[in-house]
């Protein structure tokens, strides 16, 4: 009994004591700089830095600002954290990686100065209280997107850089799609692994209870819909294990950072294929045991637009920095208002077209409208209309009150951001943005809005507006639930939205390069293929002595003086169905072939691969 009674009470956890709970646990100060001085000064004297290196220390309003983000700061003691996302930042820069914040942080001046959010968030309007302020408590969030290729690589240098012991990714359960659906499916009916496989791949990644349907109406699975009545049984088990748990596998962006004591507060086990330790928590617990969740998103896109700018080096010489093109570019916004933004970040859509067409933008604010009116709820709200009316003269601006014009005046008094409501309610009540942010996120709350229009209505006529007016202004306020969107998400978004334009618009072969390698948007290659053969780039085939692993651009005509340069886009290795990736790299290693036999003794590839080379005509220049 006394050996059971002692057992227990090495079981015990205490929540505080064992678990952190309480606490926050960022990583030590001095592996983010701090070795002498505290990390609030550090940070401090980091951003001023900036200030100088962006230009604005001649600017009062960008001083103020910084001191006031500071003393929001260092009230909760956050310093460590936006010190420990910089370095995580500088490091995958440092790496040759693109790399931007998204989300609530950009809207933060210290964030900018860091080096954390490209966009100005003053000169965009952009708010700190949406992202911190002394009324909340909770940690910030920041997320990072990276290069989806080179993802892993991010996550291998934040263990590198603070060390095994302090870092940890995020769980998350898996649930069944098609691709997994099927293998285990076939592998329960006693199937032939290599027609399992087969099956499997065949699908893009799509939910199981859409395998039926993509057999229907995909071009891709003409053959494999042909057999369907063969697999009869087999479609019925893959769609009835749709979204049912299949284990738990690694969160795709979340990453733990703590001080030395994490492994002692969080059960770890290791991750398949990487062996990066994963904690047991998953994302919606670790806030709450005081851990810095940082999520680095692999975003597709960044990948996609990274090959695009190596290729237009490795070809022309000419390197290219996205982050410093030139703001306001013709060429650019005509691409855009011209709707032919097929492979552009989030304006590639049919429905994103449609209203690029009818919004006709002219400047990055216009494209952070946009991307921001976008959105259900907006239009389900019926906000696009009466704001493209607006803008284009049909109908005049209208506001709720003078008082409210500077707020709503770049959207002719529509409505669209988080932030114009923080604005709203601030103004006319008296209160500070933070409490203007805290009233915003309590309209979420349907029990909640009697007593905050209660509260909205006695603050608004104490400061003097009259009855109508504190009644529109609330409608508009009752309504933004449903519709807003947060003005710091949509800059963030509308950077990317610009820069895959402006490579569009200006190295469409290297662009068209980069989408096809990484396949970043909605639209299959066939379509993307087409597309870029209708804006006049020359699509060029497969060829073993000119195709590489992946897909390049290539000098067609010009390099004379005069002469303009035309580039036409050579299709890759890879998209030779059943190549390998080792097989691809020693074709490209190997080039240039004198002959038939030299290829087929240098490169060894396989006889299926050799047949479907000849077929796509890739061996036709050995006349073959």
Known sequence: LEHTRATAEECRVDPEEHLGIGSVHFPEPHLVGA??????????????????????????????????????????GFATYFLTVAQVVDDVRAMGIRVAARGSGAGSLVNHLLGIAHADPVEHGLLMERF???????????????????????????????????????????????????????????????????????????????????????????????????????????????????????????????????????????????????????????????????????????????????????????????????????????????TETLGCFQIESPGQRDLVGRLQPETFHDLVVDISLFRPGPVAADMVRPFIDRRHGRSPARYPHPDLEPALRGTYGVVVFHEQLIDIVAVMTGCGRGEADRVRRGLSDPDSQGRIRTWFAQHATARGYDAETVARAWEIIEAFGSYGFCKAHAVAFAVPTYQSAWLKAHHPAAFYAGLLTHD???????????????RGVPVLPLDVNRSGVTHRVELVSGGNQGEPDVWGLRLALSDVHGISEAEARRIAEGQPYSSLLDFWQRARPSRPVADRLAQVGALDAFGA
């Open 132 to 338: 911190l302020s002394k009324r909340r408590a909770v940690l910030p969030d920041i997320d990072v997107d990276v290069e989806s290729a080179r993802r892993l690589e991010v996550y291998r240098r934040i263990f590198d850089r603070f060390g095994g012991e302090r870092v940890a990714t995020v769980a998350m359960p898996e649930t069944y799609r098609v691709r997994h659906a099927v293998r285990d499916v076939g592998a329960a009916l006693a199937m032939d692994p290599a027609e399992i496989d087969r099956i499997a791949k065949s699908f893009p990644h799509i939910r199981a209870r859409d395998a039926r349907a993509a057999l229907e109406e995909l071009p891709e699975l003409k053959e494999l819909a042909g057999e369907k009545e063969r697999y009869g049984r087999m479609w019925d088990l893959v769609e009835a294990l749709d979204a049912l748990p299949r284990g738990v596998a690694m969160h795709p962006c979340g990453v733990l950072l703590s001080d030395a004591t994490l492994l002692g507060r969080t059960p770890v086990v290791p991750t398949s294929g990487e062996g990066f330790p994963m904690a047991q928590f998953d994302k919606d617990d670790v806030e709450d045991l005081g851990l810095l969740k940082l999520d680095v998103l692999g975003v597709r896109m960044q990948s996609a637009m990274a090959h695009a700018v190596a290729e237009v080096e490795r070809a022309s010489g000419e390197r290219v920095d996205l982050d410093a093109v030139p703001e306001g570019d013709p060429e650019t916004y005509g691409l855009i208002r011209s």
């Open 35 to 76: 070795e002498r001085r505290t990390a609030q000064r550090v940070l401090a004297s980091r951003a001023a830095a900036g200030m100088v290196l962006r230009g604005y220390d001649r600017r009062r309003e960008y001083w103020e600002r910084m001191h006031h983000e500071l003393d929001i700061i260092a009230h909760h």
């Open 520 to 534: 970043p948007g909605m639209y299959p290659k066939r379509l993307l293929l087409a597309d870029a053969r209708r």
